[in-house]
C-alpha cells in the first residue's frame, strides 16, 4: 500500500492543469476521437480508493464500457471496468439514451480517465470519464457534462446550510465564491461526491451559512446575486421557466388544435358545398350542352326554313315582275284596240260617206247598201265581253260586188 504522504503528492499532481498524466489524457482521447467527446461521472462513488491508487489508477487510463442487459435493476446498465475489475456504472438516465444510439455498447468500448477525486479519509474516488462516439443528440448532450456555467439549489442534503451545486471551471467556481461572500458565509466548497441530481452532473459545491451565524440567505437573493454577476438562473428556475412554457404552449397547442378542429370542420363543409356546385355546375354544363346542340339543330332547321323562304321569296318576285310584264303588255295590247278600233271606226265612216256620195251604181255603194243591210247587221255586233279581234274581219271589211 502506497504511503499516506504519496496519496497527497499523487493528488496534487492530479490537480495540476498541465500535469503529464493530464497531457497523456488529452493525447489518447485525441487518437480515439472519432466525432464527439462525451464526458460524464459515474454514477456512484469508487469505493477502495488507496487500493486502486495502489494499484496504480490515473488519468489517462483506458476503462471498458459493457451494456449489461440482464442487470435485474436496469436493462440499459451499463458497467464501467478498470483492467477488468468492475467499479461503477455509467449515469442511469445517460446510459438509457447510449444504450439506445451507440451500437459498440452491444461489444464493449473503451473511455478515459479524465479527472479523479478522493475524499480526505481516501474512501472514495470521484471519477470523471471520457467517452468518443461518433455522434451525440442533444439529449445525450444536455445529460453530459460541458463547459457552460450552470448551477443549482441542492434540496436534498438536509435544512442547516444552503448548498449549491455547480457545473463550471475551477475559476468560476472561485469567482462564485467571491459573487456570494457579501450576503453569506461560505462554510465548505470543492468538489462534490454526488455528482448526480435527476440525471444531471455537478463537479462542484457551495455550502452557504449565514452572515455572523445570522439566518440562512434566501434563495431568491443567492438566484439574483449569481443571476447578476454570471447571467444564469439556477436549473430549478430555469425547469419552472420551461414547465410554464410548455404549459403556455400546450395551452396555445389546445387553442390552436380548437381552431384546426374548427377549421377542418369548416373545411370539410366548404368541400362539401364545393362538391354539391361542382355536381351542379356539371349538370347546368350538361343541360347547356345539350340546349346547345338542340339550338344548333333549330338554327340549322331556321336556317334551312330561310333558304326556303328565300328561294318562295325569288319565285314570288320573278312571278310579280312577270305579272308587272303581263299587265304591261295587257297595257299596250290594250292600247293597241283602242287604236285599232278608233282606226275602224274612222274607216266606216269614211266608207259610209264614200257610199252616199257614190249612189247606188258603185262598187261602194253596194258595200254601203251591204252594210246598211238588215240581214248583215246583227253579224257586226259585238257580243258582250268579245274581243274585237274575235269578229271575223272577212264579213264587214270585204268588199261587195
Not at 246598211?372 to 271589211?397: R, T
Amino acid at each position: 500500500m502506497a504511503p499516506r504522504g504519496a496519496l497527497f503528492q499523487h493528488l496534487a499532481d492530479l490537480e495540476q492543469a498541465n500535469s503529464r498524466e493530464r497531457q497523456l489524457a488529452r493525447q489518447r482521447l485525441q487518437q480515439k476521437r472519432s466525432g464527439e467527446i462525451l464526458t460524464t461521472y459515474m454514477a456512484f462513488p469508487l469505493h477502495a480508493a488507496r487500493e486502486r491508487m495502489a494499484e496504480g489508477m490515473a488519468i489517462g487510463d483506458a476503462v471498458h464500457l459493457v451494456h449489461v442487459g440482464d442487470n435485474p435493476y436496469d436493462a440499459n446498465a451499463i458497467e464501467v471496468r478498470w483492467r477488468g475489475q468492475w467499479i461503477g456504472f455509467i449515469p442511469r438516465y445517460l446510459a438509457a439514451l447510449l444504450v439506445a444510439e451507440v451500437a459498440e455498447l452491444a461489444s464493449g468500448m473503451e473511455a478515459v480517465i479524465t479527472e479523479l477525486a478522493t475524499t480526505t479519509e481516501r474512501d472514495a474516488f470521484r471519477l470523471q470519464l471520457s467517452i468518443p462516439i461518433e455522434r451525440a443528440s442533444e439529449a445525450v448532450r444536455k445529460l453530459a457534462i460541458n463547459a457552460d456555467f450552470s448551477w443549482d439549489f441542492d434540496r436534498d442534503r438536509g435544512d442547516d446550510k444552503l448548498r449549491l451545486v455547480v457545473r463550471c471551471s475551477e475559476k468560476s467556481l472561485r469567482d462564485l465564491c467571491e459573487v456570494l461572500r457579501p450576503v453569506a458565509t461560505i462554510s465548505k466548497s470543492g468538489y462534490s461526491y454526488y455528482p448526480l441530481q435527476d440525471g444531471r452532473s455537478f463537479p462542484w459545491y457551495v455550502s452557504l451559512i449565514g452572515l455572523a451565524d445570522g439566518p440562512l440567505p434566501q434563495e431568491s437573493l443567492i438566484e439574483d446575486q449569481i443571476r447578476q454577476a454570471f447571467a444564469v438562473a439556477s436549473e430549478s428556475t430555469l425547469q419552472a421557466e420551461r414547465e410554464r412554457s410548455f404549459e403556455q404552449q400546450s395551452t396555445r397547442l389546445a387553442a390552436i388544435s380548437e381552431r384546426l378542429q374548427q377549421s377542418r370542420l369548416t373545411e370539410q363543409k366548404l368541400q362539401s358545398e364545393v362538391s354539391r356546385a361542382r355536381q351542379e355546375l356539371e349538370q347546368r354544363r350538361s343541360s347547356s350542352i345539350r340546349r346547345h346542340e338542340q339550338v344548333l339543330q333549330e338554327v340549322d332547321v331556321a336556317w334551312r326554313e330561310r333558304l326556303r323562304f328565300q328561294d318562295d321569296l325569288n319565285l314570288a318576285l320573278r312571278q310579280l315582275d312577270l305579272a308587272h310584264q303581263t299587265k304591261e303588255s295587257l297595257l299596250l295590247e290594250k292600247e293597241e284596240l283602242a287604236a285599232r278600233n278608233a282606226q275602224l271606226e274612222v274607216e266606216l265612216l269614211w266608207r259610209s260617206q264614200g257610199a252616199q256620195a257614190g249612189g247606188q251604181g258603185g262598187a261602194w255603194g253596194a258595200r254601203d247598201a251591204y252594210a246598211q243591210s238588215p240581214a248583215i247587221e246583227p253579224e257586226l255586233e259585238l257580243s258582250s265581253g268579245q274581243d274585237f279581234w274575235d269578229i271575223p274581219l272577212g264579213h264587214s271589211l270585204e268588199p261587195i260586188h
